[in-house]
Structure formats: C-alpha cells, structure tokens
C-alpha cells in the first residue's frame, strides 16, 4: 500500500478535518508523504491534528475553514498555497445532516444542509479546480457523498438531495476537467462510527437498524483508507466520474 499509494510530491487539502473521515483521510495522506492542509472551523482540533500528523513524521498545517463563506474558502487556498504550494488533492469533506421526516424539515435546516454538503463542496471544488488549472497541474478531487445520495432512506430528505447533488456535480466536474487532468470521484459511504452519527447508534433503535445491515455491522475506518487513496492518488490515475460504494452491501438491502 505504502507505494500503490505514493502521496509524495501531492499537496492535500482536506476539508472537515477536525473529526471523523476528514481527520483519517489527512492522517492516511499525510502518512504516505502528502504536505496536508488541514481545515475545519473547530481549529484547537485541527492544531492537535497537525502535531500527532509531525509527531509521526508527516507534514500538515492548519486552516481555519467555514465552507458556506466563500471568502473563507478563498483564504484558505491563499494559505494553502503559501505554505506548500498549488493544491492538487481536495478531499471535500466537511458535511452536516439534520434527520428529520420531510414534513418536519424547515427553510433554515434544508438551507443549512444544501450550504454546507453541496454548496460548500462546489466552493471548494471551484476554488481547488481553478487554482490548479490556472498553473496546469493535474490533480485529484474526492468528494465525500454518500449512499443516502443513490438510495432514499427515511428522515433523510434533506441530507439525501445534498449528497445525490454532490454525486451530480461530481460527474459534471469529471467530464469537464478531464481534458484538464483533473480527476473528480465521489466517495459514497454507508455507516460508519463518527461524532455525526454516534448518538443515533448508541440507541436501541441504532443496534436495531445496524442488525438489519447485511453485514450486521458499521463499517470501520480503515476499511475506508483503499478506496480513498484509490481516488486520492495516481494509484487511479483513470478512475474519474465514479461514485465508489463502500458499504458491505447495505444500499442493496433495507435502507
Ligand atoms: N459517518 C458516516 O457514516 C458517513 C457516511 C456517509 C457519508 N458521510 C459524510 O462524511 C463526511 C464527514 O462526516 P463524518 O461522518 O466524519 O462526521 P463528523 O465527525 O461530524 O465530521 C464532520 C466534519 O465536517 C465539518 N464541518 C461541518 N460544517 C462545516 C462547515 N460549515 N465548514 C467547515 N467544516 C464543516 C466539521 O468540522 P467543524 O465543526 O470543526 O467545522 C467536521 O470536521 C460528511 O460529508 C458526511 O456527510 C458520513
């Protein structure tokens, strides 16, 4: 794995890296030789993040980050690029979900959702992508979405159209920024154990739901790191415009 997926040479930026997928995903990176910026709005985790990241021989350097600020994402890239140069790997990351049945959702939650999983994605995605083409590198665009993007699933009519948007727009992007060397792929995960879904999970009706699973299990962490680093890396220097399912074949069950 340590050469499939070489990350030397790549300068990454993950957003949501303060929890969660974001903070594995700049650790994967960063472990294989990648300069990692590391961006969120909780930035005292980010700081922690970036010493464990040096504590163990790696580069990375953190950013504050709110993807609905536009400007923010500006900075970000600005900072970015002085510290280590063009970015060339985006892992957009950073997401929110409100679960609620469809008639319970209001305007400010369906706004907040769209704002951060699919508007924050096209900011950050348009940033990265215009910087990189502006000094023609190829690079890699990994989007986060979701199997609640390719399947329905109860009291997740908000979250769902954010991530089937996302898996969308990361086929417009390919198909545009291919001649451009940019890849584009979203990552689409069933259920795994982090601050966004811990709560849910701890309840009867969470054990109820992961018995049903057919794996009859979440997934973990580092059953994500080869499909990520596959988009991530050359490793999958023609893999673009896909939506990667990793998810032990729960979105072919009951969802
Ligand atoms: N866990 C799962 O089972 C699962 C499955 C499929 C997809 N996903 C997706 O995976 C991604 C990561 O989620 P997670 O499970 O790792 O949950 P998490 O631990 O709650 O992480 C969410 C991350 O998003 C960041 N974030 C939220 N709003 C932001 C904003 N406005 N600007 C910048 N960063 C923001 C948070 O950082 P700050 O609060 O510090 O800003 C946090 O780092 C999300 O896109 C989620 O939809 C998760």
Same mark, same amino acid.
């Given at each position: 794995?340590?050469?499939?997926?070489?990350?030397?040479?790549?300068?990454?930026? $993950?957003?949501? +890296? @303060?929890?969660?997928?974001? &903070?594995?995903?700049?650790?994967?990176? %960063?472990? !294989?030789? *990648?300069?990692?910026?590391?961006?969120?709005?909780?930035?005292?985790?980010?700081?922690?993040?970036?010493?464990?990241?040096?504590?163990?021989?790696?580069?990375?350097?953190?950013?504050?980050?709110?993807?609905?600020?536009?400007?923010?994402?500006?900075?970000?890239?600005?900072?970015?690029?002085?510290?280590?140069?063009?970015?060339?790997?985006?892992?957009?990351?950073?997401?929110?979900?409100?679960?609620?049945?469809?008639?319970? $959702?209001?305007? +400010? @939650?369906?706004?907040?959702? &769209?704002?951060?999983?699919?508007?924050? %994605?096209? !900011?950050? *995605?348009?940033?990265?992508?215009?910087?990189?083409?502006?000094?023609?590198?190829?690079?890699?665009?990994?989007?986060?979405?979701?199997?609640?993007?390719?399947?329905?699933?109860?009291?997740?009519?908000?979250?769902?159209?954010?991530?089937?948007?996302?898996?969308?727009?990361?086929?417009?992007?390919?198909?545009?920024?291919?001649?451009?060397?940019?890849?584009?792929?979203?990552?689409?995960?069933?259920?795994?154990?982090?601050?966004?879904?811990?709560?849910?999970?701890?309840?009867?009706?969470?054990?109820?739901?992961?018995? %049903?699973?057919?794996?009859?299990?979440?997934?973990?962490?580092?059953?994500?790191?080869?499909?990520?680093?596959?988009?991530?890396?050359?490793?999958?220097?023609?893999?673009?415009?896909?939506?990667?399912?990793?998810?032990?074949?729960?979105?072919?069950?009951?969802?």
């Amino acid at each position: 794995m340590q050469t499939e997926f070489d990350m030397r040479g790549k300068v990454a930026m $993950v957003t949501g +890296a @303060s929890s969660g997928f974001g &903070m594995y995903f700049a650790q994967l990176m %960063a472990a !294989r030789g *990648a300069q990692v910026v590391v961006a969120a709005r909780r930035v005292e985790r980010l700081e922690q993040l970036v010493e464990e990241i040096t504590a163990a021989g790696g580069e990375a350097f953190a950013v504050a980050l709110d993807v609905t600020d536009s400007g923010a994402v500006t900075r970000a890239f600005d900072v970015a690029e002085k510290q280590f140069g063009t970015v060339t790997v985006v892992s957009n990351n950073a997401g929110v979900a409100d679960p609620k049945l469809a008639h319970k $959702v209001d305007e +400010a @939650s369906w706004d907040r959702v &769209m704002n951060t999983n699919l508007k924050g %994605a096209w !900011r950050v *995605a348009m940033e990265g992508g215009r910087r990189m083409m502006a000094v023609g590198v190829p690079g890699s665009i990994v989007n986060t979405a979701s199997i609640l993007g390719q399947r329905a699933s109860i009291s997740q009519s908000s979250y769902g159209a954010s991530k089937a948007a996302v898996i969308h727009l990361t086929r417009s992007l390919a198909l545009e920024w291919a001649r451009k060397n940019i890849r584009v792929n979203a990552l689409c995960p069933g259920y795994f154990p982090t601050e966004m879904n811990e709560g849910y999970f701890a309840t009867p009706a969470g054990s109820a739901y992961i018995e %049903a699973m057919p794996a009859q299990r979440m997934g973990c962490l580092e059953e994500l790191a080869a499909p990520f680093l596959l988009l991530a890396s050359d490793a999958g220097s023609y893999v673009n415009g896909i939506a990667l399912t990793v998810d032990g074949a729960h979105s072919l069950g009951h969802m």
